[in-house]
């Protein structure tokens, strides 16, 4: 089926003053009012801004640049590039587990942030992308940059809640959430998943969850709720939720040692350090917080 931009539009669009609930109104507020320093002086190397993190070997060496020469800036600027590159290692990886598309094909970004993985997946595949986030703030940013790009024909952004989206079932060839799942139910998020991906489709998630061989969440976890106003799903949930919408795991890849490197060299990038760092490298070294890929098929 060919999805025209009439179709993505026409639907009645859930949007944070139609929601329910207090809660998807609070973290509205949280996004449209956020202009932290790791998410905008990343991104603007490149244009391509991510609301993630990062994965890979990190090059030391950008900590060394004002040695004996004091060059604090030229230091600052090594850091934040080179966290951007695992930023950019990590949407790279998401992308190349969406399957083969072509550029006919329509693909979900599920909470999409400022709009970077939508770019990613259109400049590598050529495809179509619909980016959702419950931010109008967010969504207006991403459509300047796909404009920017001159890709706004391929490349689209809507404030629209991702638990009910309004677009067509069936229209799209691939999904995914890029830690965005702990803000919503799994079984509320893979039901409009699956019900967006055609059969065979492919759905991919990137995703901080707690260990349940460790327990129940533990101290750090809940720093990192508490945080983000968010609420961290255990890992056995994912695999539950998918089984019951529809989707089956296809690839899991356990991404924490991968991840740990970006929170070490983040934790001492002094201009762009949260308050965070150390409840994630706690969490990571002590078992209790996992970070995974999983890829899954609609069937």
Avoid at 138 to 163: C, E, G, P, T, W
Avoid at 237 to 256: G, K
Wanted: overall charge negative.
């Amino acid at each position: 089926m060919t999805v025209t931009e009439a179709d993505t539009t026409a639907a009645p669009v859930p949007t944070q003053a139609t929601c329910q609930s207090t809660y998807p109104a609070r973290v509205a507020d949280y996004w449209n009012a956020e202009e932290n320093p790791v998410n905008l002086e990343l991104g603007k190397i490149d244009d391509l801004y991510h609301h993630h993190y990062g994965v890979g070997d990190v090059d030391w060496s950008v900590l060394d640049d004002d040695r004996g020469r004091g060059d604090t800036a030229r230091r600052r600027d090594r850091i934040t590039a080179e966290l951007h590159r695992l930023e950019q290692a990590q949407a790279d990886l998401l992308a190349s587990h969406l399957g083969p598309l072509s550029p006919a094909d329509r693909v979900f970004d599920a909470g999409c942030g400022r709009g970077g993985g939508s770019v990613v997946a259109h400049l590598r595949y050529g495809c179509h992308a619909d980016g959702v986030t419950i931010s109008r703030k967010q969504a207006d940013f991403a459509h300047a940059q796909a404009r920017k790009r001159s890709i706004d024909d391929k490349v689209r952004y809507h404030d629209r809640n991702m638990l009910d989206t309004g677009f067509p079932s069936g229209a799209y060839a691939a999904s995914w959430n890029n830690e965005s799942t702990m803000y919503v139910e799994l079984d509320l998020l893979f039901a409009e998943h699956a019900r967006l991906l055609r059969r065979g489709g492919r759905y991919v998630t990137i995703t901080g969850c707690f260990n349940d061989a460790y327990g129940r969440a533990s101290r750090e976890v809940s720093l990192i709720n508490a945080h983000y106003i968010c609420d961290i799903h255990p890992r056995s949930e994912y695999f539950r939720a998918m089984a019951r919408n529809r989707l089956v795991p296809v690839h899991v890849q356990d991404l924490t040692a991968d991840t740990v490197p970006y929170w070490e060299l983040r934790k001492q990038a002094d201009h762009l350090v949260t308050g965070i760092e150390d409840a994630f490298l706690s969490a990571y070294e002590n078992g209790s917080f996992q970070y995974l890929l999983i890829a899954a098929d609609r069937v």
